[in-house]
């Protein structure tokens, strides 16, 4: 995905873009219409994007490329003139140029920002900052011996960070059923002790093949997994108990419930997932049409699917507010050659409520 949100000091969203290897941002001064004017982040290029909240409340944002290292860039406190903030400015994560295709951040119980980045060809790694707020970070340790091209990393009910990970199947790889299933899918790793440096050995979840990997806490706890299998359905997975290795083994479709017959199955490119304040989980897709569906009660079984508005968007993201309200932003999908892109938005009125209309800005 190539946007990434979160939350400032004011609890203001701050927005994150990436753009033909370029992070564009903007943040938000007022109402879900009111933003500052697009800034470009130079001095480093990357292909995949994640942003974290450091514990005084500045964001800090993250890039990776398969060739040239991980970097991160943090801004400076806000002052009294918000359109006038300082970024610090890009920065190798730690001093080894780890590579990845895909980068994740999450917070420790301890608020200390951790930073995952995975690839086919390198592996995966993690790093966290040495304290809380701190511009120094750990060196870059090997988290097991699995390699991927999505990673997802999620804080528990208990504050112990779970990492997610997805390998796209290889069909020209020549390897037998068993090696397949070990190397392709998603696996499933997590920390020991709380904030601390001890991880599972990682566990595959299900079996299928697919992309746009999500990961979302249930009102009770227990995690879910999204992914678009190869055939582009969405599918759905689900935490059966409370100890981690007590999961489903059979994925199941997106509002497939067999108790009554479906009209509309949407074909999806992209997905993203939220959690509403009353818990309950929402998915959104893009595909022909945008769609959209929720869990009937929190940890229930999901609704059928519904339009989401006619922008074209080449991927989603879900955020929160700080009052609990779910924000949708969109990244049109146009040519290469237009060089015109837009970010497109849409908002729940209140908590729980009725959707706004789309509000589009030219980036």
């Known amino acids: 995905m190539k946007v990434a949100t979160t939350l400032n000091e004011r609890d203001h969203l701050e927005l994150f873009v990436l753009i033909d290897e370029t992070v564009y941002t903007s943040r938000q001064t007022g109402s879900e219409t009111e933003w500052t004017d697009w800034e470009q ?15 005084d409340g500045r964001p800090e944002v993250f890039l990776t490329d398969p060739a040239d290292g991980t970097y991160h860039n943090r801004r400076e406190p806000l002052g009294t003139d918000e359109a006038a903030t300082e970024w610090e400015g890009w920065r190798l994560l730690s001093d080894d140029p780890i590579t990845g295709e895909s980068i994740a951040v999450a917070p420790n119980g301890d608020r200390r920002l951790e930073a995952f980045v995975t690839g086919p060809a390198s592996g995966t790694f993690h790093a966290k900052q040495t304290s809380p707020n701190d511009a120094t970070w750990t060196d870059w340790e090997q988290l097991g011996d699995q390699a991927g091209n999505e990673i997802v990393v999620q804080q528990a009910a208990n504050e112990r960070l779970h990492a997610f990970l997805l390998s796209y199947d290889d069909e020209a790889a020549d390897l037998t059923a068993a ?34 990997l999500a990961v979302a806490e249930n009102n009770d706890g227990k995690f879910e997994i999204f992914l678009v299998r190869d ?14 290795i007590e999961w489903e083994e059979e994925w199941s479709e997106l509002s497939y419930p067999e108790r009554f017959q479906v009209f509309h199955r949407p074909k999806a490119k992209s997905l993203a997932v ?32 519904e339009r989401f508005g006619r922008v074209k968007c080449a991927g989603l993201s879900v955020a929160r507010t700080a009052d609990e309200r779910l924000v949708v932003f969109g990244l049109e999908d146009i040519p290469e050659v237009s060089r015109q892109p837009k970010i497109h938005q849409r908002w729940e009125i209140e908590p729980n409520g009725k959707w706004s209309k789309w509000h589009s800005r030219t980036i």
């Open 41 to 55: 982040l130079v001095g480093a290029e990357g292909k995949a994007i994640a942003s974290g909240r450091n514990e």
């Open 179 to 212: 090696e397949r299933e070990f190397l392709f899918g998603i696996h499933h790793c997590w920390q020991l002790e709380l904030d601390g440096n001890e991880w599972a050995d990682w566990h595959r979840r299900g079996r299928a093949n697919g992309h746009s």
């Open 231 to 244: 055939d582009e359905t969405p599918l759905y997975l689900r935490q059966l108990g409370f100890e981690e």
């Open 274 to 305: 939220g959690r509403h304040a009353d818990g309950r989980l929402e998915a959104f897709i893009t595909g022909k049409r945008l769609h959209h569906l929720s869990q009937m009660a929190p940890n229930g079984d999901w609704s059928l699917w």
